[in-house]
């Protein structure tokens, strides 16, 4: 039996892991523990992560969670941080801020994270952005071509 390229080239996707990048567009964040779990199997999986676009609130502990060296942004990234509350369905639509959620969420962050923040005011109830540029770039490198 004679192997084509074809075949070959078949077998050999076949037998490779199968490697999935996260590519991060629009994500608004949500709960805590969600996006823990999912970065965690990320992280476990050995997988990249690109941020193209907006990543919010929650889905910011991708910074805390995931390697570094396995993240990257593209001059569409934008992050945005602010401090946790409760799930406004358990307070009446009343938007409650959370210390010990918030507490939780900075101590995931890296030094990096945490020195903007800082140098921003801190966390507070309004969301605080930093878009493409100098400062993201101290905190996440961009991403190479390749990627």
């Not at 892991?17 to 709960?31: E, M, V």
């Not at 358990?90 to 900075?106: C, N, P, R, Y």
């Not at 923040?117 to 770039?137: A, S």
Request: proline letters at 5%; a positive charge; aromatic letters at 10%.
């Amino acid at each position: 039996m004679r192997i084509t390229p074809l075949a070959l080239l078949l077998l050999v996707l076949a037998a490779a892991p199968a490697r999935a990048d996260l590519h991060i567009t629009r994500d608004h964040g949500g709960y805590v523990e969600e996006y823990k779990a999912k970065y965690k199997k990320i992280r476990d999986r050995g997988e990249r992560v690109i941020i193209d676009g907006i990543c919010n609130s929650a889905c910011t502990l991708v910074f805390g969670i995931v390697p570094m060296n396995k993240i990257c942004v593209t001059p569409k990234a934008s992050l945005g941080f602010h401090q946790a509350y409760y799930d406004k369905a358990f307070t009446f639509g009343i938007k409650v801020t959370s210390l010990e959620g918030t507490s939780d969420l900075m101590s995931y962050y890296p030094t990096t994270v945490k020195d903007w923040i800082r140098r921003n005011g801190g966390l507070t109830t309004e969301m605080k952005k930093i878009k493409n540029g100098p400062d993201l770039w101290k905190i996440v490198d961009p991403c190479p071509d390749e990627w």
